[in-house]
């Protein structure tokens, strides 16, 4: 091994993540080379004074108590939009009803996925603005079948943390200013996604912040803790609702831009 | 008790006991993170009542640790990041790499000076410099450094690729040690050597 191979897996074999067979080749190496050695020795001595100047942290009781009381008093179950228990026997009721109008709604479901990747901001600049990065199993005919089945059998899904996609929890139906929409909750790993899908005319839409964005009127309503979002298109009212507040409008682009 | 209630005690108990032994580690990131411990606070309690609301999707045997690190670090960058924004104050190119070993081996090999730097450097010293980092090498130097992540680990929380990891990982190794040197220049613990 030559002192550039040597110096190459430096932080590799310093962080521990270097292979066995590497290990032994850059011990060998460092046995033969005083340079190298020294380089090594130094910077797995920086690592050490860091780790051990920066870890020394006490912590206050009050925090831990102080959660302990909230998570006391909050609910554990995703937060709903409107009002009432939910009630499971009424979903499986309506089930037929949803399915119906989520085929109808698959259209706007795409678009939706589409809209999705700038109203999270934080999904966007983790995907480095590339929408094809979202999880192909995503498809909203892979959504419906497992709507389907959640319907029949449980509202709950068991995923794993890991997964780096949107991962479909739970499925209701609700009634938004007197018109049945198909909720569907969506977990991302970290955060819950619910979206309201359905088909509303005549409705008034009270006159919430506004934005018109190529011809598409965007409204942003602050709901409870949640944030909803409506726009108005060919006759169809799209609700999005996302769970954090300060997404911003703005880079919200069409669609037809990203084809 | 019904068996609801009975179940949800259980559910807390795992909680406190799988989740809540890490809030020491959490709140020492979310601190190097927010730089103030109000702000780490909030975040770190943040967390935990996000990660209670989704206790039941939490799949047991997985790395709890992990994922709460994932929920902590997807809250800082959506609420917290433009308000601990820090100013450009190093330069991001610039430093070689082997920028801090050769200073100290510039001063000669008479009297370890590597040794006699570490020593003169104070714990909070460290930590400002840490806090001075660039936001995106600053995350990943302390879940690597202080947390001891894995590349992968450290992958997944911060949703980037492990090459992208490496490198970050890799030149915040290199702007701690430039800004160490400086700091340890600046309080004439060394004197400059002329390489």
């Not at chain 1, 399915?99 to 600049?125: G, M, Q, T, W």
């Not at chain 1, 506004?210 to 108005?232: A, D, N, T």
Request: one cysteine or more.
């Amino acid at each position: 091994m030559t002192c550039e191979e040597a110096l190459k897996l430096l932080y590799d074999v310093i962080d521990k993540e270097a292979s066995e067979y590497d290990v032994k080749r850059v011990k060998e190496h460092l046995n033969n080379c005083k340079d190298c050695m020294s380089r090594y020795q130094f910077e797995e001595m920086f690592k050490i004074f860091v780790v051990d100047k920066a870890s020394s942290q006490s912590k206050s009781r009050q925090l831990k108590s102080s959660i302990l009381r909230t998570i006391e008093t909050s609910e554990r179950h995703p937060r709903r939009i409107t009002g009432g228990p939910f009630r499971f026997g009424m979903v499986v009721a309506a089930a037929a009803v949803a399915l119906v109008l989520c085929i109808v709604a698959a259209f706007s479901v795409a678009k939706f996925y589409r809209h999705r990747v700038d109203i999270y901001p934080f999904e966007k600049s983790h995907m480095n603005g590339v929408v094809s990065n979202i999880n192909p199993a995503l498809s909203p005919v892979t959504d419906l079948v497992t709507a389907r089945n959640f319907l029949a059998n449980d509202m709950h899904y068991n995923f794993n943390s890991d997964i780096s996609g949107l991962c479909l929890i739970g499925v209701e139906m609700e009634e938004v200013l007197g018109h049945q929409f198909v909720h569907l909750h969506y977990f991302d790993g970290t955060d819950q996604i619910s979206l309201f899908i359905g088909h509303a005319e005549g409705v008034d839409l009270p006159d919430f912040e506004k934005r018109v964005i190529s011809g598409v009127e965007y409204f942003k309503h602050v709901c409870r803790e949640c944030q909803v979002i409506y726009w108005l298109e060919n006759g169809t009212i799209s609700i999005a609702v996302t769970e954090n507040k300060n997404v911003d409008l703005t880079p919200l682009i069409p669609i037809d831009d990203y084809i | 008790m019904s068996s609801r209630q009975s179940e949800e005690l259980k559910n807390k108990e795992r909680f406190e006991k799988e989740a809540l032994v890490h809030i020491d580690s959490l709140f020492r990131t979310a601190l190097r993170m927010t730089k103030n411990e109000g702000d780490a606070d909030d975040l770190v309690q943040e967390t935990f009542l996000k990660a209670w609301r989704f206790w039941d999707k939490f799949q047991e045997g997985s790395n709890c640790r992990a994922w709460l690190f994932k929920i902590m670090t997807n809250i800082f960058i959506n609420n917290y990041r433009a308000k601990a924004w820090t100013p450009q104050t190093i330069d991001l190119e610039d430093v070689d790499d082997d920028f801090l070993f050769g200073q100290l081996s510039a001063l000669g090999p008479s009297d370890d000076p590597e040794k006699h730097f570490f020593n003169k450097i104070f714990d909070d010293d460290v930590k400002k410099a840490i806090e001075e980092l660039p936001e995106d090498f600053r995350l990943v130097v302390v879940l690597s450094f202080l947390e001891g992540f894995s590349y992968q680990e450290i992958a997944d929380i911060v949703k980037l690729n492990i090459g992208t990891v490496k490198s970050r990982l890799h030149r915040g190794r290199k702007l701690l040690q430039k800004l160490l040197w400086e700091y340890a220049v600046k309080n004439g613990f060394v004197k400059e050597a002329a390489k």
